[in-house]
């Protein structure tokens, strides 16, 4: 069969870290199931695993729509592909 690549990460501005979710102190981590089209774009983003909050999950989904992707590839055709991206909401980097 043909060689695939997986997706790698090509550009990831950070997410806004919610105001009120930094406020009451609040972490966690999202995982988003995102898929990934032929250009490394994202065409569509589900949760797969709650922060817990509302708002961060939010934030992540936000997030996630501007971050750019090196496609997966069948052989030497990009290909669209779902992945899981795990994102982390911590208080040390809502400072910066």
Known sequence: ?????????RDT???V?????R????EGRV???VLIDDQGRTKSVELNTS???????????EAIK??????????????????NVPIDFRLTDARN
Do not use: N
């Open 51 to 61: 922060s817990g909050s509302k708002a961060l999950d939010q934030a992540a989904t």
């Open 1 to 9: 069969g043909s060689v695939r690549t997986q997706v790698r990460y």
């Open 66 to 83: 501007r971050w750019r992707f090196h496609p997966a590839y069948a052989g030497d055709m990009p290909v669209d592909s779902w992945v």
């Open 31 to 33: 995982i988003l199931r």
């Open 13 to 15: 501005p950070k997410p």
């Open 23 to 26: 406020r009451e102190g609040r």
């Open 17 to 21: 870290y919610p105001e009120d979710a």
